[in-house]
């Protein structure tokens, strides 16, 4: 069998990949290969079965393709058997390939591969060339046959391979060596000599062969993966070379990237990439990590590498290798966001621990505001923070303590207007929104949550306390908003915390961080920095109280309080009684026991209006007297006398009548009257301070008490009290019985439980009722 010269051009390398990369579907490509790498004609590929497939390497493996003949050829008789009448060499990754075609196709072992005609095989092969020619504008690759592949195959075997012509020629099917001529070119003078170089020297250069099994190898990595793509640019960028595992990475076919800027990939503007292939032409190869856009839209962050090629003394263009690293990119982006959560998270909890730190060591009001203002800003945490306590139904006062921004300044960053008059909600959370001060401030969208620091329920407004008249969220209520301003020249932006300062139902003021930190006050710092409203709460009730019982001075207070939202001042005026706060005992932070004289009105119409008031738990009557009665109530909220008590105040004496309560009270001489005046109006507005006096305070020592208690009691109620505590009828478990002890002093069990009782009541009328006599 011989074979002519090709009338057509040869087909190079570069021009067989082109042709390779217009193979739209995987057997397009096999067809291809099998024609150009193995040397098969379409008539031995319409014959092949994975039967025909023998291993005969092991380490590393190595493949042939037994082709078996004609029918025709088996019925004449030949020498060689029926059912091997040549061997091909099969590739590895031809192999492989040729496997995954099958295993997807689910073919049989003994079934063709190729199910169809040898015609339509060449037709197949026309149609990838006519592809490939439209592509690459060039008509002379459109023309390329089944035939051309062939002689690519003997020509890259002989020349390119240097594989021994004998190989050639059994693994392709040729019977006479004198068809391999036409594959040959007439040798010239140089490659005469450079082909008996090794005879000179005693060395075969391989160097030839170590290129082709170097490019052999990175077009086996890029068909085994999907997150690489190997693009040839041409000096202006635009796309030359586009091969499968440029489209499997980037989704684009060659048909319609080819010729395209490559700037239609990547996500920076065009600009960027000119910078960098000029970077990569003036100086070295670069090396960048970028984002890029797949055909869907999708962005992905891969590594690229820019690399000029220069194939001649002008510059050949650019290979662009691009490394899909989305995985690593949204895993570190993961761990990196997580990581800057912990050292959030430890920023705040270091702040909420030198909190604690601070307000141990305060021992004024005043000192525990700074105390805490300071603590929150003396790290990366917050930025700024401030109190503003409680004035006159609830607006803030001139007075604010603040740190690391001037009071003056934090007006630029609190909202004076949260609203339009309301708070709103919207359907996830509460959201106030407003404006800042003047031109130097603006405020962005607000959101709030509730009282208890957590976002309201999805699926529903949020139940919101009514706004003041200027549309703030009251000091009870939990805020966050965004916030932007000019402060001491310096425009801020970040975000801004209230949270309420509070003891009891006593709101001593509201304290307010602003940070820049991205996704602060989530749910749990929110928590947080609801602990250390009430820590401070709490710390300054601590410091009035304990500034009370050590100062040598006190001030006598009188306050008058009309407003009806106390019930003892509401139920005087409706019934026109009169109330005498005897005493009140706290059980809870919001439940107190009052013991109160009632007089000039009955209890059973007291109870009835009580029962209307969601301020009174409970009521019932403890004792009756000529002149009135003695009533217990279960106050559940704020009054009058309790306000007073968390600011540090002690009430010595309460009357309630006519509408109107007369509070008798003292505090400590140091302490801020205006503080304690306006946390009273805070609560209740319709209140005054109407006198004050300082006057030392009175003490009573030991043996002035004991003195006057021995006056209330007699000797048989002194005597009972002596024998029953030093007889151990107090101890517990007891050391002597009630029966005991009456033996002991010749008296019966019921005279000495009378005398007890009675000596027990003097001992803590004297201890409860100072005033007494």
């Given at each position: 069998?011989?074979?002519?010269?090709?009338?057509?051009?040869?087909?190079?390398?570069?021009?067989?990949?082109?042709?390779?990369?217009?193979?739209?579907?995987?057997?397009?490509?096999?067809?291809?290969?099998?024609?150009?790498?193995?040397?098969?004609?379409?008539?031995?590929?319409?014959?092949?079965?994975?039967?025909?497939?023998?291993?005969?390497?092991?380490?590393?493996?190595?493949?042939?393709?037994?082709i078996p003949p004609e029918e025709s050829e088996s019925n004449a008789?030949?020498?060689?058997?029926?059912?091997?009448?040549?061997?091909?060499?099969?590739?590895?990754?031809?192999?492989?390939?040729?496997?995954?075609?099958?295993?997807?196709?689910?073919?049989?072992?003994?079934?063709?591969?190729?199910?169809?005609?040898?015609?339509?095989?060449?037709?197949?092969?026309?149609?990838?060339?006519?592809?490939?020619?439209?592509?690459?504008?060039?008509?002379?690759?459109?023309?390329?046959?089944?035939?051309?592949?062939?002689?690519?195959?003997?020509?890259?075997?002989?020349?390119?391979?240097?594989?021994?012509?004998?190989?050639?020629?059994?693994?392709?099917?040729?019977?006479?060596?004198?068809?391999?001529?036409?594959?040959?070119?007439?040798?010239?003078?140089?490659?005469?000599?450079?082909?008996?170089?090794?005879?000179?020297?005693?060395?075969?250069?391989?160097?030839?062969?170590?290129?082709?099994?170097?490019?052999?190898?990175?077009?086996?990595?890029?068909?085994?993966?999907?997150?690489?793509?190997?693009?040839?640019?041409?000096?202006?960028?635009?796309?030359?070379?586009?091969?499968?595992?440029?489209?499997?990475?980037?989704?684009?076919?060659?048909?319609?990237?080819?010729?395209?800027?490559?700037?239609?990939?990547?996500?920076?503007?065009?600009?960027?990439?000119?910078?960098?292939?000029?970077?990569?032409?003036?100086?070295?190869?670069?090396?960048?990590?970028?984002?890029?856009?797949?055909?869907?839209?999708?962005?992905?962050?891969?590594?690229?590498?820019?690399?000029?090629?220069?194939?001649?003394?002008?510059?050949?263009?650019?290979?662009?290798?691009?490394?899909?690293?989305?995985?690593?990119?949204?895993?570190?982006?993961?761990?990196?966001?997580?990581?800057?959560?912990?050292?959030?998270?430890?920023?705040?909890?270091?702040?909420?621990?030198?909190?604690?730190?601070?307000?141990?060591?305060?021992?004024?009001?005043?000192?525990?505001?700074?105390?805490?203002?300071?603590?929150?800003?003396?790290?990366?945490?917050?930025?700024?923070?401030?109190?503003?306590?409680?004035?006159?139904?609830?607006?803030?006062?001139?007075?604010?303590?603040?740190?690391?921004?001037?009071?003056?300044?934090?007006?630029?960053?609190?909202?004076?207007?949260?609203?339009?008059?309301?708070?709103?909600?919207?359907?996830?959370?509460?959201?106030?929104?407003?404006?800042?001060?003047?031109?130097?401030?603006?405020?962005?969208?607000?959101?709030?949550?509730?009282?208890?620091?957590?976002?309201?329920?999805?699926?529903?407004?949020?139940?919101?306390?009514?706004?003041?008249?200027?549309?703030?969220?009251?000091?009870?209520?939990?805020?966050?908003?965004?916030?932007?301003?000019?402060?001491?020249?310096?425009?801020?932006?970040?975000?801004?915390?209230?949270?309420?300062?509070?003891?009891?139902?006593?709101?001593?003021?509201?304290?307010?961080?602003?940070?820049?930190?991205e996704d602060a006050f989530d749910r749990n710092e929110l928590d947080?920095?609801?602990?250390?409203?009430?820590?401070?709460?709490?710390?300054?009730?601590?410091?009035?109280?304990?500034?009370?019982?050590?100062?040598?001075?006190?001030?006598?207070?009188?306050?008058?309080?009309?407003?009806?939202?106390?019930?003892?001042?509401?139920?005087?005026?409706?019934?026109?009684?009169?109330?005498?706060?005897?005493?009140?005992?706290?059980?809870?932070?919001?439940?107190?026991?009052?013991?109160?004289?009632?007089?000039?009105?009955?209890?059973?119409?007291?109870?009835?209006?009580?029962?209307?008031?969601?301020?009174?738990?409970?009521?019932?009557?403890?004792?009756?007297?000529?002149?009135?009665?003695?009533?217990?109530?279960?106050?559940?909220?704020?009054?009058?006398?309790?306000?007073?008590?968390?600011?540090?105040?002690?009430?010595?004496?309460?009357?309630?009548?006519?509408?109107?309560?007369?509070?008798?009270?003292?505090?400590?001489?140091?302490?801020?009257?205006?503080?304690?005046?306006?946390?009273?109006?805070?609560?209740?507005?319709?209140?005054?301070?109407?006198?004050?006096?300082?006057?030392?305070?009175?003490?009573?020592?030991?043996?002035?008490?004991?003195?006057?208690?021995?006056?209330?009691?007699?000797?048989?109620?002194?005597?009972?009290?002596?024998?029953?505590?030093?007889?151990?009828?107090?101890?517990?478990?007891?050391?002597?019985?009630?029966?005991?002890?009456?033996?002991?002093?010749?008296?019966?069990?019921?005279?000495?439980?009378?005398?007890?009782?009675?000596?027990?009541?003097?001992?803590?009328?004297?201890?409860?009722?100072?005033?007494?006599?």
């Amino acid at each position: 069998m011989t074979l002519a010269e090709p009338d057509s051009p040869t087909l190079t390398a570069d021009r067989y990949d082109r042709l390779l990369e217009a193979a739209e579907t995987y057997r397009e490509a096999l067809v291809v290969r099998l024609c150009g790498e193995v040397g098969v004609r379409p008539a031995e590929l319409a014959r092949l079965s994975s039967d025909d497939i023998d291993r005969v390497g092991t380490d590393p493996p190595r493949y042939l393709l037994r082709i078996p003949p004609e029918e025709s050829e088996s019925n004449a008789g030949l020498e060689a058997p029926a059912e091997r009448t040549r061997t091909a060499y099969l590739p590895t990754e031809i192999r492989r390939e040729l496997e995954r075609y099958v295993r997807s196709n689910g073919i049989g072992d003994a079934d063709r591969i190729f199910s169809v005609t040898p015609r339509r095989l060449q037709m197949l092969v026309a149609d990838v060339a006519d592809r490939a020619g439209e592509r690459a504008n060039d008509e002379s690759l459109s023309s390329v046959s089944s035939s051309d592949l062939r002689r690519y195959f003997a020509r890259s075997s002989l020349v390119d391979h240097e594989i021994d012509p004998r190989v050639v020629k059994t693994a392709g099917g040729w019977q006479s060596f004198e068809a391999l001529e036409a594959y040959l070119s007439e040798p010239t003078d140089e490659a005469i000599v450079n082909a008996f170089e090794t005879v000179e020297d005693g060395t075969r250069s391989t160097e030839n062969t170590a290129v082709r099994d170097d490019d052999g190898l990175v077009k086996s990595i890029l068909a085994a993966t999907d997150r690489c793509a190997l693009v040839r640019l041409d000096a202006d960028g635009y796309v030359e070379r586009w091969n499968r595992s440029a489209a499997s990475t980037l989704g684009f076919d060659a048909g319609e990237i080819v010729g395209t800027h490559a700037s239609a990939f990547y996500a920076d503007d065009e600009s960027a990439l000119e910078s960098k292939l000029s970077e990569a032409t003036s100086e070295s190869p670069v090396e960048d990590d970028s984002w890029f856009v797949r055909r869907d839209g999708s962005r992905f962050r891969a590594t690229e590498l820019i690399v000029p090629l220069r194939e001649g003394p002008e510059d050949g263009g650019f290979g662009l290798l691009v490394h899909d690293i989305s995985t690593y990119h949204d895993r570190l982006e993961s761990e990196r966001s997580r990581n800057d959560r912990l050292e959030g998270f430890d920023a705040v909890a270091r702040r909420f621990r030198a909190v604690a730190q601070g307000l141990l060591s305060a021992s004024t009001h005043d000192e525990v505001e700074t105390e805490c203002c300071r603590a929150l800003v003396d790290g990366p945490a917050y930025r700024y923070a401030w109190i503003d306590r409680t004035g006159r139904t609830g607006k803030r006062t001139n007075w604010r303590t603040s740190s690391a921004i001037s009071p003056g300044g934090a007006d630029r960053l609190r909202p004076d207007t949260w609203g339009d008059g309301a708070a709103t909600a919207d359907a996830n959370r509460g959201s106030d929104t407003g404006g800042l001060d003047g031109e130097s401030a603006s405020n962005s969208s607000g959101r709030s949550v509730r009282s208890d620091g957590r976002p309201d329920d999805a699926g529903g407004p949020s139940e919101t306390p009514p706004a003041g008249s200027d549309g703030e969220p009251p000091a009870e209520r939990t805020v966050v908003t965004d916030v932007a301003g000019r402060v001491d020249e310096e425009y801020v932006e970040g975000t801004l915390a209230r949270v309420c300062v509070s003891y009891g139902d006593t709101v001593y003021g509201t304290l307010s961080v602003v940070t820049d930190r991205e996704d602060a006050f989530d749910r749990n710092e929110l928590d947080w920095l609801e602990t250390i409203g009430r820590q401070v709460g709490y710390a300054i009730a601590a410091v009035r109280r304990r500034n009370l019982l050590l100062s040598d001075t006190v001030v006598e207070l009188e306050f008058v309080c009309r407003d009806e939202q106390s019930f003892f001042v509401d139920a005087s005026a409706q019934l026109d009684c009169r109330f005498e706060i005897d005493s009140f005992v706290p059980v809870s932070e919001s439940t107190q026991l009052y013991y109160v004289t009632l007089q000039d009105g009955s209890p059973a119409t007291v109870f009835e209006l009580a029962e209307s008031d969601p301020g009174i738990g409970d009521c019932r009557l403890i004792e009756t007297y000529e002149d009135g009665w003695r009533v217990e109530f279960i106050v559940e909220g704020s009054c009058p006398t309790l306000t007073l008590t968390e600011y540090g105040v002690t009430v010595l004496e309460s009357v309630v009548e006519n509408g109107e309560a007369t509070i008798a009270a003292e505090c400590a001489g140091g302490a801020d009257l205006r503080t304690i005046v306006d946390g009273l109006r805070s609560v209740f507005p319709d209140s005054e301070l109407a006198g004050k006096r300082e006057v030392e305070r009175t003490v009573q020592t030991a043996a002035e008490f004991r003195n006057g208690l021995a006056d209330r009691l007699t000797d048989r109620q002194e005597s009972a009290l002596r024998a029953a505590y030093f007889g151990g009828y107090y101890d517990w478990p007891r050391e002597s019985t009630a029966e005991e002890v009456a033996d002991a002093m010749g008296v019966s069990s019921p005279t000495l439980h009378n005398h007890l009782r009675k000596g027990q009541h003097e001992l803590l009328r004297t201890f409860f009722d100072a005033g007494s006599e």
